[in-house]
């Protein structure tokens, strides 16, 4: 699982919304997020109204592609 993380983070940028501590969250490469509506929105804005982004509820139990 770290393994396909690390290669989705070459190509993607992840975020986590979790209890976490925002710190620890980042040691582990991802961006920590409070609102997930909200980081969403960002991104589109970021990246345009079309930009592929993905919100995985059950984070843990999948594994993402990006191709």
Do not use: H, N
Not at 33 to 54: M, N, Y
């Amino acid at each position: 699982e770290a393994q396909l993380l690390a290669l989705i983070r070459l190509k993607a940028r992840v975020a986590l919304r979790s209890e976490l501590p925002d710190e620890e969250v980042r040691r582990a490469f991802l961006e920590p997020v409070e609102d997930v509506g909200e980081a969403v929105r960002r991104e589109l804005e970021r990246l345009g109204g079309d930009a592929p982004v993905a919100v995985l509820p059950e984070g843990p139990q999948t594994i993402p592609y990006v191709g």
